[in-house]
């Protein structure tokens, strides 16, 4: 994928991604052979001159043993995380509504709301709210997704198509889906309405 100066790069996440790599004492020729991307790509990525697909971000990430929502994940407001994101009272965590850790995507209108306090434990639990013609996956919505575990949704309010493999299914208000991870799969909002979602993922990865 070319470099593209109009539609490039977060800044912050291609901060993120530089620092990621050099705290863990890897080369962009390691990462991006480890990704299978060319060095010049990853290379545009971490100037932030690239619009890299959430694909090409997951096999970066990947290549970084990390999993991609940590590339987008801020608190709320874009302040500085801080222990008082959760309240910890050992091994019960409470996460409080205003402060709840955000995932901000590429060419999405609105974050993923991040549930669990983090992504370290089994689950990732993640509020989505996407607007009218909305991809969960990519900005023209057909991006497949693929990685370890499994998954479960749950539509709150909305219509939503969910494709899985090589089937597609309309799924309307409370209707849920599971299905493993390693099927390729993709989202997007149908209709006029607001889709709102709940997914569950484990271990978490995406």
């Not at 010049?40 to 971490?46: D, G, L, N, P, Y």
């Not at 091994?91 to 205003?98: H, S, Y």
């Amino acid at each position: 994928m070319s470099a593209d100066p109009a539609r490039s790069t977060d800044a912050t996440l291609a901060e993120k991604l530089r620092a990621i790599r050099r705290e863990k004492g890897l080369t962009l020729q390691q990462v991006a052979d480890g990704a299978g991307l060319s060095k010049a790509f990853v290379s545009q990525i971490e100037s932030g001159t690239a619009n890299p697909s959430l694909a090409s971000l997951k096999r970066v990430g990947n290549a970084l043993d990390i999993p991609l929502a940590a590339l987008f994940e801020s608190s709320p407001n874009g302040a500085a995380r801080s222990p008082a994101d959760a309240v910890d009272t050992g091994e019960v965590r409470v996460v409080r509504k205003d402060r709840r850790k955000r995932l901000v995507w590429p060419g999405r209108r609105n974050p993923s709301s991040l549930l669990t306090p983090d992504l370290q434990g089994k689950l990732e639990v993640l509020l989505d709210v996407l607007e009218p013609g909305d991809s969960a996956t990519d900005e023209e919505g057909r991006c497949m997704m693929t990685h370890e575990g499994e998954e479960f949704g749950l539509i709150l309010e909305g219509s939503y198509e969910a494709t899985v493999g090589d089937r597609t299914y309309v799924l309307e208000e409370g209707d849920s889906i599971t299905y493993p991870s390693r099927i390729p799969h993709r989202g997007r909002a149908l209709g006029d309405r607001r889709v709102t979602t709940l997914w569950v993922i484990t271990p978490p990865s995406f």
